[in-house]
């Protein structure tokens, strides 16, 4: 089976920085592009960021200038960091990631459990 745990949220307030982490593991062949999802309590879930397998990245305009996604693709990890950080982007953050496993191809997604960031003074 493949999974993705997210870690590195908190409570922060306006103004500070948090970086998450989403590590994938199992049984894994290949991984594509990789997500960040969030969402906020009484709202949809809304996309953040995309990072492609060669590192494009691609942002929300809510998030542009102050999130920054990166890979390690020897450690099947994507990160964001949380730059000058507001209380609208308080929720859950979710990571998602496209991965060929090794005993149900083809590539599908694959959800994490979420981590939360609450920006509050």
């Known amino acids: 089976q493949v999974q993705l745990v997210e870690s590195g949220g908190g409570l922060v307030q306006p103004g500070g920085a948090l970086r998450l982490s989403c590590a994938a593991s199992?049984?894994?062949?290949?991984?594509?592009?990789m997500f960040w999802y969030r969402q906020a309590p009484g709202k949809q879930r809304e996309w953040v960021t995309t990072?492609?397998?060669?590192?494009?990245?691609y942002y929300a305009d809510s998030v542009k200038g102050r999130f920054t996604a990166s890979r390690d693709n020897t450690k099947n990890t994507v990160y964001l960091q949380l730059n000058s950080l507001k209380p609208d982007d308080t929720g859950v953050y979710y990571c998602?990631?496209?991965?060929?496993?090794?005993?149900?191809?083809?590539?599908?997604?694959?959800w994490g459990q979420g981590t939360q960031v609450t920006v509050s003074s």
């Open positions: 990072i492609e397998t060669g590192g494009n990245t």
């Open positions: 998602k990631a496209v991965i060929q496993s090794t005993t149900m191809p083809p590539p599908r997604d694959y």
């Open positions: 199992g049984t894994i062949f290949n991984i594509y592009a």
